[in-house]
């Protein structure tokens, strides 16, 4: 699937504005998202549930409490490491690469 999955504006009970686009790169991937997504939601919105793996078990590892807790997001966000996916909202241009988990 490609860009962002959507709910439709009548079947959202928060009845968000409409955004503007923001594309960012993952991995020299460009993904397209929508302004105010986390970096997380955008991942997901191109189909991408996961991008790193488990350093206990190699499991492949995403978004697993959502809220910045578990540290199963982490990314490097225009070259700082360590970003939880799920509480950065996407930039226009930010650059992001996937990194090794590590027992954080």
Known sequence: MRGPRRLPAEQDPVRPKDSGPVTITV????????????IAGVLMG???QSWRRSPRTG???GVFC???VCFDCLLTVNDI???RAC????GEGDVITTQEASDV
């Not at 991995?27 to 986390?38: A, I, N, P, V």
């Not at 509480?87 to 996407?90: E, L, T, V």
């Open 81 to 83: 490491p360590d970003v």
């Open 27 to 38: 991995d020299g991937e460009s993904l397209s998202g929508l302004q105010g997504q986390s």
């Open 66 to 68: 959502g809220i910045g």
């Open 46 to 48: 191109n189909g991408r």
């Open 59 to 61: 499991r492949p590892r």
């Open 87 to 90: 509480q950065r909202r996407a």
